[in-house]
């Protein structure tokens, strides 16, 4: 019989179960039909490519080669799991690092503050940056899960010992940033918020404020698994709701983004399974949060200067926040382009002191993070933290070509680890340490993978409130695979 053709069956008596009886039959007919329209389209992203190298268009060439890795990462996605796993290592970061450097490498008549053309060399060390991961990523099977499910059944750590961990480190950070706050007052309300953000986020209390976002997340997670009444319910969700507004208040346009991407983790591998609809909603409204306030920081600083350059452009106060948005994706491209031109012709290799020179700060005196050491070797004058380059600068400053093969690969490797962990451990704290580590890598696209030492310092965190708050027969060990758990190979 054709597969799709229903078959006949009795159709059930109540109108809700008709339609529920329905419903699962055309969504089986739209899982078998999925991956063999995902092949067709990946065939015709490689005859795109054949004809752009028999024509020697290389940006043709090229971009379709780029492209067509998202239909093949879907259609590995679906042949070994069945549904779309968004956050699974294979699946979430090199779609959105597809789409980050695909958007941010294509030319729009809009002026912007380098005004480079990228060659379509750029083109070719994203596909070999987007090989080796998912080369690292391949190295180790994948994981089944089913909808929401962990694969095993986790036991959650001692409530009151976790709750009042949890609880500490909150009041550790908002001790201080209430410190910060009466030192400075509020970013938001600075006359230049730039340059109050950065100065905030400096030193040992900037350090210090990351335990709200550690905090945000532990209290999450309790909310979620152990579902808290009355007044403990309201009190962490009104802790939730401040501290996202909190991070509003900095002007970071990633504080809030930290702990929304890792919360949807949580939610994700909890409570219940996020779907693309879903996803597209979360990256839209995203989208639009970076777009908003980095315009409102732009005009913070600039005045009306920045006002008479967009409209000149034909942007109206209704569309400023486009360009912010632009802006974000197109400079990491551009200043990565500069970094392939600078090194090693005139700045020679670093060999890792680059990509790791976050974990320098806890030296005395101040350490650079890899985002300021490509703003000073380029060169680049500007009131910020450092110059994004997109994640394969700091690797190619480090080595080149090999140096983002090999970067790009272990980077891969260290994904799928955490994330086979995370769904093979009775403990909650590799969720959390997985959360963690997606937001960052996320975020990663844009400038580097270790930016400072926050990053893993609120993996520290969960570690001691893991081991504080366990209970003595459980660790942080891992169980052993079921077979039926095993995935049938990896992308």
């Known amino acids: 019989m054709n597969q799709f053709q229903l078959k006949r069956a009795k159709v059930p008596a109540t109108n809700v179960a008709a339609w529920r009886h329905f419903s699962d039959r055309i969504r089986r007919i739209v899982d078998r039909s999925l991956n063999p329209a995902m092949l067709i389209v990946l065939v015709g992203f490689a005859s795109v490519a054949t ?223 996020f779907k693309v609809v879903g996803i597209l909603a979360v990256a839209i409204c995203a989208v639009v949060f970076v777009s908003v306030l980095g315009t409102f920081r732009d005009i913070s600083d600039w005045g009306q200067a920045r006002i008479n350059s967009l409209e000149k452009q034909g942007f109206t106060d209704r569309t400023y926040w486009l360009m912010s948005g632009y802006d974000v994706v197109r400079l990491p491209t551009e200043t990565f382009y500069m970094t392939i031109q600078e090194v090693p012709v005139i700045t020679p290799y670093s060999y890792g002191a680059t990509s790791l020179a976050s974990l320098t700060e806890i030296l005395p005196g101040h350490r650079p993070g890899p985002s300021e050491i490509v703003k000073d070797k380029l060169r680049l004058e500007f009131v910020g933290f450092g110059a994004a380059a997109t994640i394969l600068a700091p690797l190619w400053f480090d080595g080149g070509v090999l140096g983002i093969v090999i970067g790009m690969f272990l980077f891969g490797l260290i994904s799928r680890l955490l994330h086979r962990r995370m769904l093979l451990s009775n403990n909650y704290v590799w969720l959390l340490l997985y959360g963690w580590f997606v937001q960052n890598a996320f975020k990663a696209i844009k400038d580097d993978i270790l930016p400072d030492l926050g990053v893993p310092l609120v993996m520290v965190l969960f570690v001691v409130i893991c081991f504080v708050t366990h209970r003595p027969s459980e660790g942080m060990a891992v169980t052993r695979p079921d077979r039926r758990l095993r995935g049938e190979g990896a992308a």
């Not at 549904?83 to 695909?102: H, K, S, T, W």
């Open 51 to 273: 004809y752009g190298l028999f024509v020697q268009d290389m940006y043709l060439c090229l971009e379709a080669i780029f492209l067509g890795f998202i239909p093949f990462i879907l259609w590995s996605a679906y042949r070994r799991v069945g549904f779309l796993d968004f956050f699974a290592p294979d699946v979430g970061f090199p779609i959105v690092y597809i789409a980050f450097l695909f958007v941010g490498s294509i030319p729009f008549p809009i002026e912007t503050q380098f005004g480079l053309v990228l060659p379509w060399i750029v083109w070719l060390y994203y596909i070999i940056g987007l090989i080796a991961y998912l080369a690292g990523v391949s190295l180790l099977r994948s994981t089944r899960i089913k909808g929401a499910a962990q694969a095993k059944l986790k036991h959650f750590w001692i409530s009151d010992r976790f709750l009042s961990g949890s609880l500490i480190v909150l009041a550790i950070g908002s001790l201080a940033r209430a410190i910060e706050i009466a030192a400075a007052g509020l970013e938001i309300f600075h006359a230049n918020n730039e340059s109050a953000r950065i100065v905030g986020a400096r030193g040992l209390l900037g350090v210090l404020t990351l335990s709200l976002e550690a905090a945000f997340l532990c209290l999450l997670l309790y909310l979620l698994v152990r579902k808290p009444k009355g007044i403990l319910r309201a009190f962490i969700v009104a802790s939730l709701v401040l501290i996202m507004l909190n991070a509003v208040a900095t002007t970071d346009r990633t504080g809030l983004l930290r702990i929304g991407i890792a919360g949807i983790v949580i939610v994700h591998y909890t409570k219940w399974r």
